[in-house]
């Protein structure tokens, strides 16, 4: 199974793991123990799975949807400590400045309302407007469930190799600071 979410995520999320930005993402600490792109790759991760059990009960989700919100929906956090004052500020606007980054990656005629709609509303419930399609449920719940992983030391971009997914810069980067 984790060879399968892992094409999927590939497939679908290419041109954004290829993205200048995504590879800038390795390179910041998000949640004290990840880096944003590997937080993005395990919601990503955990997207697919709560996704296939949904199929299951002949729920329909749009997995390509889902993997470009669940991969980008923190981008706008890059340079965090020069953009924000503080974590509230960040909480509340990270997923609009996420917006035209994901606009510039995937292009217009990829981008559509329920990329916008997951993004700028998983924050949810710290932000009032919950998410109105299923993606956007389903990336929010995701991204908490994939914080608390990570917390007590059980990512779910552990089921990835993370190097498939680094530029050969970023893979050489790694290898020196490990």
Not at 82 to 106: A, M, Q, T, V
Not at 134 to 162: Q, Y
Request: proline letters at 5%; one cysteine or more.
């Amino acid at each position: 199974m984790a060879r399968q979410v892992g094409n999927l995520i590939y497939k679908y999320g290419n041109d954004i793991l290829q993205s200048e930005e995504f590879q800038k993402a390795f390179g910041q600490t998000h949640h004290k123990y990840m880096t944003v792109a590997e937080h993005s790759l395990g919601v990503a991760v955990v997207s697919l799975r709560i996704s296939q059990f949904l199929y299951r009960l002949h729920i329909p989700v749009k997995d390509r949807t889902l993997i470009i919100a669940a991969l980008c929906h923190d981008l706008g956090i890059l340079g965090r400590t020069e953009k924000y004052r503080n974590n509230f500020e960040c909480y509340g606007r990270h997923p609009l400045d996420s917006l035209p980054i994901i606009r510039e990656i995937i292009g217009e005629e990829e981008y559509d309302e329920i990329i916008e709609d997951s993004v700028r509303r998983h924050m949810w419930p710290l932000t009032p407007i919950p998410p109105r399609h299923r993606e956007g449920l389903i990336l929010t719940t995701a991204d908490k469930v994939s914080a608390v992983m990570e917390r007590v030391g059980r990512s779910p971009a552990r089921t990835l190799d993370l190097d498939q997914f680094r530029s050969p810069c970023e893979k050489q980067e790694a290898q020196h600071t490990s």
